[in-house]
């Protein structure tokens, strides 16, 4: 599990611009650096390899550099807008997170600043012949560079945007969240479905409203070691909170502590994929969705998502209070709620059946998902059934050929009988 510091660090380098930042100094430390080496090269080779035509090279590079990067962000701007309004405005986050585009816009923009502070630097006279040959040899490797990441712009450039690309990272995201969750039920701790908490512990409420993004189990398990006391944490990452609502309760004889647990929830305005697997299928539900209304009209694409649903439901395992199935457990003083098969199907598969009830064609492809699911027995079974029968009802209520109606109670009747 991440600490807060750790996770803090990591959506901070998710941002746009620290890339760009990053390769912006990689730029200046690049032509600054030059001067220190001019020693090392003989003083007749500038003059072979045409060193002089450095200035020239660098002001082409300045001026293209600016006008391919205003003309980036102009179409990652028409993606991010495309994305809102035609697939989910809470996708549009991992497209701006994307590591293609960062990479891209932050070449572009370092490669700018390189060649206007490389023409200042020959402007003024820092350089000699041999900092030249240093210079144009360094220009040499960053054009080849830039010309690279043109190819692979232009071809990342084909699909940013599209519904397919999105979904896949939709996708991506919700998957490592299950398949970490998965592996960690109680992130770490222990189970609170059958703890029964002490009428003494202490409640420790919500400061903010919003969204808790991330929890440092590992804070907080470091402060009970300390203090000998026990953390009931009965909000998940992804729930709503608000002052009136109890993030933990804490069963301790320290006079403080409500402090060091509340600072370890991060609370935003926006539910986050890292430590929440049930947004990563909330989003592809509501791509879904997107795609069934009147307005789109695209059944394909709800098609395609009960796929990667029933991808990443298939990489869920059943979390029981079964200690040996979850792994180590790293904070035995701390308990947690687990996130149960019944919350991920009524996360997914509720707002399918309803907005693709007059669909016949969606209705097959999510009664043979269902089916698909419920083969793997237990609380899935139960839940593929209990959905299968919503979904049946939905759809009698809604199609209007009788034909449609009968062919969905037979294949209801095959699959599940």
């Not at 370890?264 to 989003?283: K, N």
């Not at 009802?393 to 095959?414: H, M, N, Q, Y």
Request: hydrophobic share 45%; glycine share 6%.
């Amino acid at each position: 599990m991440f600490s807060k510091w750790h996770w803090m660090i990591l959506q901070l380098s998710r941002r746009l611009w620290v890339r760009a930042v990053l390769y912006a100094l990689l730029a200046v430390v690049t032509v600054l650096s030059t001067i220190f080496f001019r020693e090392l090269i003989p003083a007749d080779l500038a003059g072979k390899i045409g060193a002089e035509a450095v200035d020239k090279i660098l002001g082409i590079l300045a001026s293209g550099m600016l006008v391919v990067t205003t003309f980036s962000l102009s179409v990652m701007v028409a993606a991010f807008s495309s994305a809102t309004s035609s697939i989910s405005p809470r996708a549009t986050r991992l497209l701006m997170e994307d590591s293609i585009t960062q990479n891209v816009l932050g070449t572009f923009v370092g490669s700018f600043l390189f060649s206007l502070i490389g023409i200042i630097a020959l402007n003024t006279g820092v350089y000699d012949n041999e900092g030249r040959v240093i210079l144009f040899i360094v220009t040499l490797c960053v054009t080849v560079i830039i010309v690279a990441t043109i190819l692979i712009w232009i071809e990342h450039l084909s699909h940013l945007g599209r519904v397919s690309e999105t979904s896949d990272k939709v996708e991506k995201a919700a998957l490592a969240a299950v398949l970490q969750r998965a592996e960690h039920p109680w992130l770490g701790g222990l189970p609170l479905d059958s703890i029964q908490i002490p009428q003494d512990a202490k409640p420790v409420y919500s400061p903010e409203i919003g969204y808790i993004e991330h929890l440092d189990m590992k804070a907080v398990s470091q402060w009970a070691d300390k203090t000998g006391s026990r953390v009931y944490i009965n909000t998940l990452p992804g729930a709503f909170v608000h002052p009136k609502r109890v993030l933990a309760w804490i069963e301790t004889t320290a006079e403080s502590g409500a402090d060091t647990v509340e600072s370890a929830f991060s609370i935003a305005r926006e539910r986050s994929f890292d430590q929440d697997p049930r947004f990563g299928l909330s989003v592809l539900t509501e791509i879904a969705s997107r795609a069934l209304s009147p307005a789109v009209n695209d059944p394909g694409t709800a098609i395609e998502i009960i796929g990667r649903g029933v991808r990443l439901l298939f990489q869920w395992q059943t979390c029981e209070p079964n200690l040996e199935a979850a792994g180590k457990v790293e904070y035995p003083r701390l308990y947690i709620p687990s996130v149960t098969p019944a919350e991920l199907f009524d996360d997914f598969f509720v707002p399918i059946a309803r907005d693709g009830a007059t669909m016949i064609e969606v209705q097959i492809r999510l009664q043979k998902a269902l089916h698909a699911l419920a083969q793997r027995g237990g609380a899935f079974h139960d839940n593929a059934k209990r959905h299968s029968d919503d979904a049946l009802r939905r759809a009698e209520a809604s199609l209007v050929f009788e034909g449609d109606k009968e062919r969905l109670r037979t294949l209801v009747t095959d699959l599940f009988h």
